[in-house]
């Protein structure tokens, strides 16, 4: 079965200093890759995807990140954070054995301090 | 506005009690699914549909039942079997099972 790992569960940073958090998963057949968010309160949302093409993708408030086939890896970055970006993050990555219902990370928990 | 609606956002209920928690979308998408979310354990999939009068089982689906009698609507009931139902359950949807997700804001389920 696929299985997800987002390896930082818990990152504090300042303002201005740069992020990123790693997302690997075991299988690979079919790539639709997804970061969401959870700012405090609100709705689980949508951060940023990958289907195709460029492995870079750009999501909104400036954050990026960059799908590595052979690393079975989606990091995603941020060169310099804000304290809005205090949230919960996770990775979703399509499920084998022919699911393709997205299996979610178990979520890092970013704080960012003024 | 398009988007998805649940209710209620808090919910307590007795040990041994049957409770159903509804959720409604109005994007048209054909795929639903509920996810339970501990801390520390991300979101676990329940049940989810691909379509109208057919559902499938997640990976935690035991101590939950759902239906899907109408596009809009993919009410789960958490039943007395669950053995820990107190938990944070999200409803989400899409166009396709491949495709992003749109998320609910939530029922906050208590069970004393």
């Known amino acids: 079965a696929q299985s997800v790992s987002q390896h930082n569960h818990h990152v504090i940073l300042s303002e201005a200093a740069s992020l990123e958090l790693g997302c690997n998963y075991s299988y690979g057949g079919t790539v639709n890759l997804f970061w969401y968010v959870q700012y405090p309160g609100q709705h689980l949302q949508l951060l940023l995807k990958?289907?195709?093409?460029?492995?870079l993708v750009k999501g909104i408030k400036g954050f990026e990140a960059e799908f590595i086939k052979s690393k079975f890896s989606f990091n995603l970055r941020k060169p310099s954070v804000q304290w809005s970006d205090t949230a919960e993050y996770f990775c979703?990555?399509?499920?084998?054995?022919?699911?393709?219902?997205?299996?979610f990370g178990r979520g890092t928990s970013l704080i960012v301090h003024p | 506005d398009g988007g998805i609606t649940q209710s209620p956002k808090y919910l307590f209920r007795k040990e041994g009690q049957n409770v159903t928690l509804s959720c409604e979308q109005n994007?048209?998408?054909?795929?639903m699914y509920w996810y339970r979310q501990d801390p520390g354990q991300g979101l676990r999939l329940i049940y989810y549909s691909q379509i109208v009068n057919d559902f499938q089982k997640g990976d935690i689906a035991e101590g939950y039942s759902v239906s899907r009698e109408k596009k809009e609507s993919f009410p789960l009931t958490v039943t007395s079997a669950q053995k820990n139902p107190t938990a944070f359950y999200l409803c989400?949807?899409?166009?396709?099972?491949?495709?992003?997700?749109?998320f609910g804001p939530g029922t906050r389920l208590t069970v004393t």
């Open positions: 989400a949807s899409s166009t396709t099972i491949m495709g992003e997700q749109y």
């Open positions: 994007l048209n998408h054909d795929a």
């Open positions: 990958y289907f195709s093409g460029d492995p």
């Open positions: 979703a990555v399509p499920g084998s054995g022919g699911s393709y219902i997205p299996t």
